[in-house]
């Protein structure tokens, strides 16, 4: 992945004379940039509170900053940038848009940056327009969404949100590193993680762009869809325990093999998710309810094939 931070970033103050196509190339350039600020050469790595995520985050202040936002990090390191429309009255709300600048390993450039950009893109559009809009904009560039360094995700969005869990402070990486202390070094305040807090009564709303991370909109050739419903994670780890006998004596009767019977189950889930409305419709939420079953058959066979092995 080549670094093009000097041919492309910071790129010029932007208006609203641009053309939606004009802001949509330098959304892609913008995302090429960010795409550069990686942890691993050659490919897209960006975990929570690492110095990519830091050059990152700094492009994006850049940016912001050349937008006519003020932007700061806050205490966990989200990246914020707010603008207000000229005589926006006082108590005015907010309109929260952004997503998240860390990724997974080896990741795509658009994920979470995408709506990072768009919604400076947005801010961009908005300020040369003649009457702006009745509330103020921030952009949000959250550190961490992914989890990749810690094992729990949300970090970021949780401070926003007033849920972050505490406990996750004590969390260590791989290299032994205690998450507080991450925080610190990336020039947060986990003492401050509470006070970032956004209370609601002061927004509109949170609105997000964001990739598909499903088959459906490029199956049916369709440009964008709109959320209507967010997909709902259960794990269950499914014993089926069975009882062992000799294949050729035990009549089929009288058999109690645990792989039919978790087959049996595998197949009724099957049956009864694609029957619920709305997995049926969503297919990216059928492809979910998939994976538990294919976990599910796994967990069975676990269990299953001793007894199968005992009964030859
Ligand atoms: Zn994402």
Redesign the pocket.
Known sequence: MPDDSTATAPTAPRGGSETASEAAATVLERADALAARTEEPGRLTRRFATPALAQAGDLVLGWMRDAGMTAHRDAIGNVAGRWAPPGLPAGAPTLLLG??LDTVRDAGRY??ML?VLVALAVVEGARGRDGGVPFAIEVLGFAD??GVRYGTAYLGSSVVAGTFDRSALERRDADGIAMADAIAAFGGDPAALEAARRDPADLLGYVEV??E?GPVLEAEDLPVGVVTGIAGRTRAELVFTGFAGHAGTVPMTLRRDALAGAAEWIGAAEAHARSVDGLTRGRDSGGIIAGLISKAGLTQLDCGLPAAIERV
């Open positions: 997503s998240h994920d979470g709506g969404e992914e964001h990739i991370q």
